[in-house]
């Protein structure tokens, strides 16, 4: 097959780009608006939801940075399958985060209800309902279309301030109105457990692709079904690389008892579409000598 000094496989989704750098935008102006905010008004509450905002800040910084390096460096031929596993790499630093923040949530909640803390009841439901209306919007704009692991990752760090902001809600009204002030940590407990369910979630997903182990399944199969087909041809080793969402680097070893070309074997990999790029090693075994 021909040399080819660059392996662009895959571009990052310019959308998707400017979609995070939105709500990366939208987070710091609400953050640094909650930290300045806490300070002018002596609210606790307001502060901590500034750190809280920061942190998200940080994970939406990660998910802009992957897509701008994963284009920067599209080109780069030391990529050797190119750059779309930096966006993955995104995703599941971005996930680990998101694991980090969960038990943070349960530290909180843990130690509201051994010191039995009620809390301001009017400042913190202000403070929810405005981290609410910023996580809803932003969870409008990341949503439009499918998801890859970065994006992925993001959308979940905005669903999952989402729903907690929304047991928040809850558990105040709970408290203020009914005086069950222990709905509060409860609330916490019950975040812990969802956010930390989708971040290993999505840390398992991102790991897969990163090591390559789901492409141990059905496609490798399906291509050794093709190309033994004829009956004179064995493949004795294949490899495949996930080298964009849907797309895959073939490294493959044929033997075979007739004279047939790598043309022939490059044919048959190309009625694959998730074939990307493929290497073939040919060793043709006629009349028991083998041609490598």
């Given amino acids: 097959m021909v040399c080819k000094r660059e392996h662009v496989f895959y571009l990052p989704s310019k959308s998707a780009e400017k979609r995070v750098l939105f709500v990366f935008s939208l987070t710091l102006f609400t953050m640094v608006v909650e930290v300045v905010g806490g300070y002018i008004f002596r609210s606790v509450a307001l502060l901590a939801d500034g750190v809280h905002m920061a942190s998200h800040t940080f994970a939406f910084g990660i998910a802009y940075m992957a897509y701008y390096l994963a284009r920067k460096w599209s080109k780069d031929p030391s990529f050797t399958f190119g750059t779309w596993k930096v966006e993955v790499l995104g995703g599941y630093t971005s996930a680990l985060l998101l694991l980090f923040l969960s038990f943070l949530i349960l530290y909180e909640a843990f130690v509201k209800l051994f010191k039995h803390q009620p809390p301001d009841y009017e400042p913190a439901l202000a403070v929810a309902l405005l981290g609410l209306g910023v996580n809803v919007l932003s969870a409008f704009v990341l949503g439009h279309e499918d998801h890859d692991h970065n994006l992925k990752s993001a959308y979940f760090h905005v669903l999952s301030d989402a729903f907690t902001s929304f ?126």
Wanted: proline content about 1%; some cysteine; overall charge negative.
């Fill in 167 to 292: 047991l928040a809600i809850g558990a105040l009204l709970a408290g203020k109105y009914l005086d069950l002030w222990f709905f509060d940590p409860i609330s916490g407990f019950v975040g812990f457990a969802v956010v930390a369910y989708w971040a290993f979630g999505l840390l398992r997903e991102s790991a897969y692709a990163l090591l390559d182990r789901e492409l141990h399944g059905s496609l490798a199969e399906e291509i050794i079904k093709h190309i033994e087909s004829d009956g004179l041809s064995r493949v004795y080793d294949i490899h495949l690389i996930k080298v964009s969402k849907e797309g895959y680097a073939c490294i493959i070893g044929i033997e075979t008892s007739s004279y047939f070309s790598l043309e022939h074997y490059e044919g048959v990999l190309k009625s694959f579409n998730q074939i990307l790029h493929a290497t073939i090693e040919l060793r043709q075994c006629v009349n028991n000598f083998t041609i490598l």
